[in-house]
């Protein structure tokens, strides 16, 4: 009789499995799926929710792929917080290396944000800020969202300049 019961459960547990993997195939749950996020980066995704920090290796540096990935993960759950410990971390990284991402990781982060992310505007501002021009090589090759985002800065920026001189002069003929 027990051996009778088990099997039933057993039946059970297996036709709800079952169910739940056919329902996931018909798409009536959710499938999280990231093709470019890998263990670890879902890991420093993790670390940051539970720790306030990002647990990250100095291998990793280069490129800033790691910090890029964990934004895009932070976006991706729309969770502020961490990308707001990811994009300060960035910027404290872009200072004390006295670099810049690189194109690669400028598209990766423009492929895989929503327009207006802070991700995309700190590298929109570490890129015209930039002292040196070694980038304006690259930039055949960085997104096209990028560019038109990088050149409306720039045109900003000028407008700004153009009107605060016109401001300046103006007030420099009040007090003739």
Not at 75 to 86: G, K, L
Not at 90 to 118: C, F, H, W
Request: negative net charge.
């Amino acid at each position: 009789m027990a051996l009778n019961t088990n099997f039933k459960g057993m039946i059970r547990i297996f036709s709800a499995i079952k169910k739940s993997r056919d329902d996931r195939r018909k798409g009536d749950q959710p499938v999280l799926r990231f093709p470019n996020i890998t263990p670890k980066d879902f890991n420093s995704y993790a670390q940051s929710l539970y720790a306030d920090d990002i647990a990250r290796e100095t291998t990793l540096f280069p490129g800033f792929q790691s910090l890029v990935k964990l934004c895009v993960v932070a976006e991706y759950f729309q969770n502020r917080r961490v990308q707001e410990i990811a994009t300060d971390q960035i910027n404290n990284d872009m200072n004390r290396l006295n670099q810049i991402p690189g194109p690669d990781v400028v598209t990766y982060a423009y492929e895989k944000t929503s327009v207006g992310s802070t991700l995309r505007e700190l590298l929109v501002s570490a890129y015209f800020h930039d002292d040196g021009v070694d980038w304006i090589e690259d930039i055949a090759n960085m997104h096209p969202e990028f560019k038109d985002d990088l050149l409306t800065e720039m045109l900003r920026s000028r407008k700004i300049s153009r009107n605060i001189k016109k401001e300046e002069d103006e007030s420099a003929e009040g007090d003739v």
